[in-house]
C-alpha cells in the first residue's frame, strides 16, 4: 500500500510585504528544507501580502482573502507558523491568524471532531531581542486549543545579542543550534503527522 504523502504549509507572519528580504521567510523556508528531507510535500505564504480581515468567523466578507488561506490550512497535514519577534510579542500578522483559526472551535468534521483534529503545527521565531519562548508558549497554547498537535521539541528559534541591530538574514551562516533544532522539528513533525494520517485520534 502506498503511503499518503505529508503536506505541509508555511505560513509567514513577517510584517515586511513579498519581495522584501525577511529573517523569518528565511527560517521558514530553512524549515521546509528539512521537512522535505523526510518526504513531506511543502508549500509557504507570507501572510501581509492578503488581506486578512479582523474577526473570528471564517469568513468576514467584502474581499476578506482569509478563506482562501483556510484552505490551504485545511489540506496541509503540517502548520508551520513562524513569525518575527516585536517588543518580546509575536507579531500582529501572526495574532491576526490566531484570532482568524478560532473560528475554527466550532467547526467538526463527518465523525464530529474537531475539523483541526490530526493536524500537526510547529512554530519558528527570529529576532534580535528575546522573546521566542514567551511566543513559542502563546502559540503553542492557541494552536493546541484550536485541535493541532504540537510534536517533541516542535519550536526552533534565533534571538540575536542584547541591545545589537543584527538579524537572522545578516549571519553568514545558520548557527549549530539552530540548524540542528531545526532538523530534529522537521523529523518529529513529519513522523508524527505521517501516524495522525494513518491513525487520526477518535471520536468522542
Not at 483534529?117 to 514567551?134: C, I, K, L, P, S
Not at 486549543?145 to 538579524?167: L, R, V
Amino acid at each position: 500500500m502506498t503511503t499518503p504523502t505529508v503536506r505541509a504549509l508555511a505560513i509567514t507572519c513577517s510584517l515586511k510585504p513579498s519581495p522584501a528580504p525577511s529573517s523569518s521567510v528565511l527560517l521558514g523556508d530553512q524549515i521546509l528544507t528539512e521537512l522535505r528531507s523526510h518526504g513531506v510535500a511543502t508549500s509557504t505564504l507570507r501572510l501581509v501580502d492578503y488581506d486578512i480581515r479582523p474577526g473570528v468567523e471564517t469568513d468576514m466578507g467584502d474581499g476578506d482573502q482569509w478563506p482562501e488561506i483556510r484552505e490551504q490550512i485545511l489540506a496541509a497535514d503540517i502548520l508551520v507558523v513562524v513569525t518575527p519577534t516585536w517588543v518580546g510579542q509575536m507579531s500582529s500578522v501572526a495574532q491576526r491568524m490566531l484570532e482568524r483559526l478560532d473560528a475554527e472551535l466550532a467547526e467538526t468534521d463527518d465523525r464530529g471532531r474537531p475539523i483541526l483534529y490530526g493536524r500537526v503545527a510547529v512554530v519558528g521565531v527570529v529576532g534580535n531581542e528575546d522573546g521566542a519562548h514567551h511566543i513559542t508558549a502563546s502559540l503553542f497554547q492557541g494552536l493546541g486549543d484550536f485541535g493541532f498537535t504540537i510534536p517533541a521539541q516542535g519550536a526552533t528559534y534565533w534571538n540575536g545579542e542584547a541591545m545589537h541591530s543584527t538579524d537572522y538574514l545578516d549571519l553568514k551562516e545558520t548557527p549549530e543550534a539552530v540548524a540542528s533544532t531545526t532538523a530534529s522539528l522537521a523529523a518529529n513533525a513529519a513522523h508524527l503527522a505521517a501516524l495522525l494520517k494513518k491513525d487520526n485520534y477518535p471520536a468522542s
